[in-house]
């Protein structure tokens, strides 16, 4: 079985401060992870995923398999950052040969001035 | 990016009654598309993954019977809520693959959308 965790359902920083929206997964194969984004009235949308190890709009996050984590890390917040983010684990549905993506629950950033 | 549109974006009905939501890619094919339910302030819980030509793939717990899903070609596939009751009303997302560049098949997320049985 498959499993996401996000600790945290709500987090608040202010504007410039370091943010950290933690993800821990379990999962017996080899994890392929993600982060969605959803910004206020629209659809949820692709942050980043780890085997591109890339920097979108200032976001980073490592994938620690010792660990089993997935955090997702920023240096300063920006108001803009504002929105409703998921971890979410690509894995294959037990039992198939089809794969699906599992989510956490989400945490909500809100990035005060 | 590519995208991915459902119709209706909100639909009230009576308890009893069906309601078919639709998920097209608008302009790139997908032979697989998902299904997820999401209630409020909640995750997303995939329902199903519709296989174009063949039988929907069903998450367990799920109903196949209550949710039918029809993949009639590449570019559309349909979740019908059948025999609609309030527990049913919840906010449905599809989602369709899309090849990119690298070797994952990034996630195109439908708008949702939102259904309220009376």
């Known amino acids: 079985a498959q499993r996401v965790t996000q600790p945290e359902k709500l987090l608040s920083v202010f504007k410039g401060a370091p943010v950290e929206l933690k993800c821990n997964y379990s999962?017996?194969?080899?994890?392929?992870l993600f982060w969605y984004v959803q910004y206020s009235r629209q659809r949820l949308q692709l942050l980043l995923r780890h085997i591109s190890r890339e920097s979108i709009k200032g976001f980073t996050a490592d994938l620690n398999k010792g660990e089993t984590s997935f955090h997702l890390k920023k240096p300063f917040a920006q108001e803009e950052d504002s929105a409703m983010y998921y971890c979410a684990l690509k894995g294959l549905r037990s039992g198939g040969s089809n794969y699906k993506l599992t989510f956490g629950k989400g945490t909500l950033l809100t990035v005060n001035p | 990016g590519a995208v991915v549109s459902q119709h209706p974006s909100w639909v009230i009905c009576k308890s009893g009654t069906s309601v078919k939501i639709e998920c097209r890619s608008l302009?790139?094919?997908?032979?697989?598309m998902f299904w997820y339910r999401q209630f409020p302030k909640q995750s997303l819980m995939l329902m199903a993954t519709s296989n174009e030509g063949s039988k929907a793939t069903y998450e367990q717990g799920v109903e196949k019977d209550k949710f039918l899903i029809n993949h009639a070609s590449l570019t559309l596939s349909t979740l019908t809520v059948t025999s609609a009751h309030p527990e049913d009303s919840s906010f449905y997302i599809c989602?369709?693959?899309?090849?990119?560049?690298?070797?994952?098949?990034?996630?195109?997320f439908g708008p949702g959308t939102r259904l309220t049985v009376l």
């Open positions: 999962y017996s194969g080899s994890p392929e």
């Open positions: 989602s369709a693959p899309s090849l990119t560049s690298g070797s994952s098949n990034e996630q195109f």
């Open positions: 302009d790139f094919q997908a032979t697989t």
